[in-house]
């Protein structure tokens, strides 16, 4: 069979005026608080296995009712198979939130089935019709969505929502709904339009639904069914659309999630009314529902039933570490909680880290010792520096004092060539291969005095009592000296160069 893409109907609209169907009544005056539900002799807190919290009840007079509310909040509590379980309107309530502010219930799967050997269609009025209307239940669009089953044929719903207001609301009619074809293979897990299956978004503010199956349907499937159902239990398998089985999972019947409030009224408007506030616990709080109306929850840090006096109680925080996680020690205060490290360790990113050893911490000492090791290579280059340009300028100063006794002759060049020497070693780099300072200028101040006294020369005797008796030799290639450098004789030759 050719593949044909669904034909889908959605949201064909007719407004009508209506009556406030959720208006509550006057206030009859001053009203006292009536005393908290649970408390109430004869009104059980649970039915069967599911707990029912105030503000709703079993039996009459057990759930909220006048000034607080005009809805009804009482369920039904019936025996089936052996047990019992809560009812309303005729719907099996299998949960309710305080917190979250929702319930859920089981409603009617409806089916339409092809008889092969007769070539009738049975159960083509199994149709299911849900109202809340004037309850405070919500159909939620959040969580649900609208699922058909079936090959090529027409099954849809009409779904009526309301946009309330104080006095007068409009009524909105809308239809949806879906013919899916079987042209390609089904799979499970995949909700395909192509695939014998589609899945409709709920409309927004529902509180009444009937779906229908068009009399034109084809019998290329045994069934078709269509319901409103909690996305997260809905997974299709590709049986579904050829069979009853996706009915007899169910047993017939798919869980639907719902909102809940206690009036129409927003958190300002039902403020100013203290008789019909039904946030009564010391510690709650008024929470407005997006579609219209409030409801309460206890304020952070507190948990219990916010409907009931002094309902709402400290959350000991420090016995669920899970939800309130602490790495150390937890102290519980109202509302709230502390965590702290134990002795020794220190919170850093909500972790305890032990502390450092060291009374100092490590990066400090290493960043101290490697300070200390760049300073002494500063201080030893800033004097290798220093000392050789103050030998540069003692250098330049004795050939200005001294040029004129220093002509460049024939006689003279070799007191010259001793004099290049004499500087060449004290430029070197090296502390061992020069000569001190005092060393220089005993030498220089003895070739002065040869130089003043040329005949000296011609006669070793006066030369030897006119140069001293200084054991300092210099000759071409070396310099004898037993002076060791270190950064104390660097800091002496600064000193001598003042």
Request: overall charge neutral; some cysteine.
């Amino acid at each position: 069979m050719a593949s044909r893409p669904p034909l889908l109907l959605q949201y064909s609209s007719l407004l009508l005026l209506c009556l406030a169907v959720s208006a509550p009544p006057a206030a009859a005056g001053n009203v006292p608080a009536p005393v908290a539900a649970v408390s109430k002799p004869g009104c059980p807190t649970k039915c069967g296995a599911v707990d029912i919290p105030f503000p709703f009840g079993i039996g009459e007079h057990c759930g909220l009712e006048a000034p607080y509310t005009n809805y009804p909040f009482k369920f039904d509590c019936k025996p089936v198979d052996g047990t019992s379980k809560p009812f309303f309107r005729g719907m099996e309530v299998t949960k309710i939130s305080m917190e979250d502010g929702k319930a859920w219930m089981k409603m009617n799967i409806s089916k339409n089935c092809y008889n092969q050997s007769t070539g009738t269609r049975e159960d083509n009025t199994n149709t299911t019709s849900v109202s809340f209307s004037r309850s405070p239940f919500w159909i939620s669009d959040r969580d649900n969505k609208i699922i058909v089953i079936g090959c090529e044929t027409f099954s849809y719903m009409q779904i009526n929502n309301v946009s309330k207001t104080t006095l007068t609301c409009e009524l909105e009619v809308v239809l949806t709904g879906c013919v899916p074809s079987c042209g390609n293979d089904p799979k499970d897990g995949i909700c395909s339009g192509e695939a014998g299956c589609c899945k409709l978004d709920f409309p927004n503010g529902t509180w009444y639904y009937s779906t229908y199956f068009s009399k034109r349907n084809n019998n290329s499937s045994p069934c078709s069914f269509i319901t409103v159902m909690e996305t997260t239990t809905f997974n299709f398998n590709k049986n579904y659309f050829n069979s009853t089985t996706f009915y007899d999972t169910y047993n017939g019947l798919a869980k639907v999630s719902l909102d809940w409030i206690i009036t129409m009224d927003s958190c300002d408007r039902v403020k100013r009314n203290t008789t019909s506030y039904a946030c009564i616990s010391g510690k709650s709080r008024c929470v407005d529902d997006p579609k219209g109306g409030y409801r309460c929850k206890c304020s952070d840090g507190y948990e219990g039933n916010p409907y009931v006096k002094d309902g709402c109680k400290d959350i000991n925080e420090c016995l669920n570490n899970a939800t309130y996680p602490c790495p150390g020690i937890c102290k519980n205060t109202l509302g709230n909680f502390t965590c702290s490290c134990y002795p020794g360790n220190y919170m850093m990113n909500g972790i305890c880290i032990p502390n450092q050893k060291s009374g100092f911490p490590k990066n400090l000492v290493i960043g101290a010792s490697v300070g200390a090791v760049l300073l002494v290579i500063i201080v030893t280059y800033a004097c290798f520096i220093r000392e050789k340009r103050m030998l540069q300028y003692v250098k330049r100063r004795y050939f200005r004092q001294h040029g004129d006794d220093l002509i460049m002759t024939g006689d003279n060049l070799e007191f010259l060539e001793e004099i290049a020497e004499l500087a060449k070693q004290c430029l070197e780099m090296s502390g061992e291969n020069r000569p001190l300072m005092k060393e220089v200028a005993d030498k220089l101040d003895r070739l002065r005095k040869v130089m003043q006294h040329p005949w000296a020369q011609q006669n070793p005797e006066e030369m030897e009592s006119l140069l001293g008796d200084s054991s300092y030799e210099i000759n071409n290639s070396t310099v004898e000296n037993t002076g060791n450098f270190s950064i104390n004789s660097e800091l002496q030759c600064l000193e001598s160069g003042r």
